[in-house]
């Protein structure tokens, strides 16, 4: 199984995807023992002067093939949704997590990729009172599967929220 994870703008974001790795079971050691390819994305504007993400420009550096799993958090949810609505991106299955609505126009975010959310493989993690986008805001978009969970802060870290329904969506077939 190849896993593409595609992180928030800031670089602490691995620290949190390396502890979401492990309560879904795909660790560095499950990967190896169940042959799952984990990468994870680099962004190039982590290695600029301006650090101003531009969805464009990571969309087009985004691997050419195809990922049986794509988990995002924040501006990883906004690059997959948009890259995934031009198919610039071939999935399988997305965990989204955090999708921040409110940043959509800075990043000149592609609204219209939002139908996605109605795509039976794509599951979101959403909290209820999220500061960049709280689920009211969200439903409006009809989204198929949307698990809504306590908090409002944007961090997901209370992976005791939303681990387990996650690690049996992503391991099903």
């Known amino acids: 199984m190849n896993i593409l994870f595609l992180p928030d703008a800031s670089r602490d974001t691995l620290t949190w995807f390396n502890q979401l790795q492990q309560q879904l079971h795909l660790g560095h050691q499950n990967c190896i023992k169940n042959n799952h ?5 680099n962004y190039s504007f982590w290695h600029n002067d301006s650090n101003q993400p531009s969805l464009n420009h990571e969309i087009s550096q985004l691997p050419n093939f195809e990922f049986d799993r794509v988990i995002a958090k ?3 949810t906004l690059i997959f949704l948009q890259a995934a609505a031009s198919s610039l991106l071939s999935w399988k299955k997305a965990l989204l ?3 921040p609505l409110r940043l959509a126009e800075q990043t000149k975010f592609n609204k219209k990729s939002l139908k996605l959310l109605r795509n039976p493989n794509v599951h979101i993690v959403q909290q209820r ?3 960049l986008c709280p689920c009211n805001e ?3 978009h009809q989204p ?3 698990l809504q969970i306590a908090g409002s802060d944007h961090n997901y870290n209370d ?6 329904t996650c690690r049996a969506w992503i391991n099903q077939a």
């Open 97 to 99: 997590v955090g999708i």
């Open 144 to 146: 198929k599967y949307l």
């Open 74 to 76: 924040s501006l990883g």
């Open 159 to 164: 992976f005791s929220l939303y681990a387990n």
């Open 138 to 140: 969200l439903t409006i």
């Open 37 to 41: 390819s984990c990468s994870k994305y």
């Open 129 to 131: 009172n999220d500061k």
